[in-house]
């Protein structure tokens, strides 16, 4: 039995309408299945690239690793070292001391030999010419024994020692510290020009010693009791400028802010030991 014409013309128009639409979908389907295939090779290439990537980073990490063991190695080292070079200098410094010390008291004991030889050698020849002699103490004793009168306060006694000292022994090594003390017993007596007169001889007789930077000091202190202001900043402004790492110098610093306002950042600086430079901090590692 026949369909309706209708139908017909209904199946004959829509054939080639579907196969149209077939065939886009096959064309699509194999499309994406290329695209696909596409990226699973780039994700493979990326993959392998990532591995090579990771592997360099391993490598760089193990040397980096190596090479800040070695530093750190090599700074222990040389902190050791400088830590023995430290001891050794610290050492040294104390022979050296010793060493001063030691000169200072066979100095001493070569003053008091000098000294007796020759009182002995006096008292001779004073005995052969019939002159009884009574030798003085050895330049140590004799220092000494003022020395222990100026600790006690009892500056007339001491001033009268230490000018025999001077009498008698006026080129040892004690000399410049004896005319010195002579100086502080007038300047505790205040007896100002006497004072005064005592610290220049120090600096007259005995320019290269030691005691002359305080002498210059105390010099400066009595022409400040004297009333002579002017003299007195002139004598601290030197010793500030020309003795910088002396503890006079600080104290001259003192009297010259006191008396004329200078600033703190004008004081002197005392002069330090060296001391060993810090160690050095180990690097940081760097994050992987």
């Not at 194999?30 to 290439?45: F, H, M, N, P, S």
């Not at 592997?55 to 063991?69: H, I, P, R, S, W």
């Not at 005319?179 to 610290?199: I, R, T, V």
Request: hydrophobic content about 35%; overall charge positive.
């Amino acid at each position: 039995m026949a369909g309706p014409p209708d139908m017909k013309i209904k199946v004959s128009w829509c054939g080639p309408f579907v196969w149209t639409v077939v065939s886009l979908a096959l064309s699509g389907c194999l499309a994406t299945t290329q695209e696909i295939a596409d990226l699973r090779g780039d994700i493979v290439r990326l993959q392998s690239s990532l591995a090579e990537q990771q592997k360099n980073q391993g490598d760089f990490q193990a040397l980096l690793k190596e090479n800040q063991e070695t530093l750190q190695g090599n700074q222990a080292d040389l902190s050791a070292k400088m830590e023995e070079l430290t001891l050794k200098l610290e050492a040294l410094s104390s022979q050296l001391v010793e060493s001063d010390n030691h000169m200072t008291s066979l100095a001493s004991r070569i003053d008091d030999l000098d000294k007796n030889t020759s009182n002995r050698l006096d008292a001779v020849v004073k005995t052969v010419e019939g002159v009884k002699s009574i030798p003085a103490p050895s330049p140590s004793r004799l220092y000494q024994a003022g020395a222990n009168e100026f600790s006690k306060r009892r500056y007339d006694q001491a001033l009268q020692i230490f000018q025999t000292y001077m009498d008698h022994y006026p080129d040892t090594e004690k000399a410049p510290v004896a005319q010195f003390n002579m100086g502080e017993c007038h300047f505790a007596l205040k007896s100002w020009d006497e004072a005064l007169a005592a610290f220049n001889e120090v600096v007259a007789q005995y320019p290269k010693s030691g005691t002359v930077p305080s002498a210059l000091l105390q010099k400066g202190l009595t022409l400040e009791q004297l009333g002579k202001t002017s003299e007195a900043i002139g004598i601290f402004d030197s010793v500030r400028k020309k003795y910088p790492h002396r503890k006079e110098a600080q104290r001259a610093h003192e009297r010259l802010k006191a008396l004329r306002g200078d600033k703190d950042d004008q004081a002197p600086k005392p002069k330090s030991a060296a001391k060993p430079k810090p160690k050095p901090a180990p690097p940081k590692k760097t994050a992987p």
